[in-house]
């Protein structure tokens, strides 16, 4: 199952950028476009944080924090820049819609995209923001590919 149309890699999990590290995949695709995810997940909650409406940190988008198991083990999975249509509390099954992609802009060019972030365990992990500033501080984070969530 597709999580969303990914038409293009727009940033890489673990790769370096003038942000720091990135926490997760980027799936390029378009505004509007649904997103799901191929297992049960339990919404631990939807948040409007700075630096997920753009590249500007102090500009405000949803991010949707949700409680998994994948082939027995526990993970947080985070979905950046989204419309959210669901809320915390909330049991998704596999296939259905969590949100639709969020506009996002860099310097008024829109490059709308789903940040997908991955952690090992349970909760909101510590510094779930979409970027580290250490390599050790990685620990914990899992690339999306590397569970099939491509």
């Not at 590290?21 to 948040?47: A, M, N, Q, S, W």
Request: charge should be neutral.
């Amino acid at each position: 199952m597709k999580i969303c149309n990914d038409n293009h890699l727009y940033r890489s999990f673990g790769k370096q950028y003038s942000d720091g590290i990135h926490l997760g995949k980027d799936y390029g695709t378009f505004v509007g476009d649904e997103v799901r995810f191929p297992y049960i997940i339990k919404i631990i909650d939807c948040i409007y944080a700075n630096g997920y409406g753009s590249l500007n940190p102090s500009t405000k988008g949803y991010v949707v924090f949700a409680d998994c198991e994948i082939n027995g083990q526990n993970y947080n999975v985070n979905f950046g820049h989204i419309n959210p249509q669901v809320k915390k509390g909330d049991i998704i099954k596999p296939g259905d819609i969590i949100g639709t992609v969020a506009s996002f802009s860099n310097h008024g060019e829109i490059l709308p995209h789903l940040h997908l972030g991955v952690h090992v365990g349970h909760g909101i992990p510590a510094s779930p923001w979409g970027y580290i500033k250490n390599i050790s501080d990685l620990n914990g984070w899992i690339n999306p590919v590397s569970l099939g969530l491509a």
